[in-house]
């Protein structure tokens, strides 16, 4: 177990941020479902959207999350409305190097929640919390250029683009992605 213990629930104006929990997979899978065709378009960043869904593939999901959570592995997080209990999207560290310091961020908001500043409001609490009990620690958030609303969302919170990667996808089309970074270099001036 790592000695990294991070918090099971986050609260916004408008939303909790909750690890997902057993039991959470069909809700999950309805969100994907309504988002899955605008998923795909981004199979750098969401390489899972890719591959055939189910609500027992969802449930798996939340299952696993809660165990890497609870090891400290990763820190995933379900998006919950307050005023309705709808899923409205996933935010979260997936890829956690706790020898360098490095934590990336994925996120995506369901199709019916978009529009409204939620990815904002999540990326927001989450980073602020993170600068917060971890200032040693890096974000890092690969967003493929084309994708203007993730890039407006990393800008808001802060995030500076540091590099752009040009890759080829399976289909061999080319395309850029950019790594944006927020942290460390707060306090010390520094991003290494």
């Not at 969401?46 to 696993?64: G, K, N, R, V």
């Not at 084309?146 to 802060?158: D, W």
């Not at 995030?159 to 707060?186: A, I, P, T």
Request: net charge negative.
């Amino acid at each position: 177990m790592n000695e990294v213990m991070f918090t099971q629930v986050l609260e916004t104006p408008r939303m909790w941020l909750r690890c997902p929990m057993p039991g959470n997979g069909e809700a999950l899978y309805l969100g994907v479902q309504q988002t899955l065709a605008q998923l795909q378009t981004w199979p750098d960043s969401l390489p899972w959207a890719q591959q055939p869904q189910s609500p027992d593939i969802s449930e798996d999901y939340c299952q696993t999350c809660y165990a890497a959570w609870v090891m400290g592995l990763r820190w995933p997080l379900l998006m919950w409305d307050k005023a309705t209990g709808q899923l409205a999207g996933n935010i979260g560290f997936h890829q956690i190097d706790h020898d360098t310091h490095t934590w990336e961020l994925g996120y995506w908001c369901c199709l019916s929640f978009q529009g409204q500043g939620r990815m904002s409001e999540a990326v927001s609490i989450l980073t602020a919390y993170v600068v917060l009990h971890w200032p040693q620690v890096l974000m890092l958030c690969r967003i493929d250029k084309r994708n203007l609303a993730s890039l407006r969302v990393v800008q808001k919170a802060g995030f500076r683009c540091e590099k752009e990667e040009d890759l080829v996808s399976d289909s061999g089309s080319r395309y850029l992605v950019q790594h944006h970074v927020l942290g460390r270099d707060w306090q010390t001036g520094q991003s290494d």
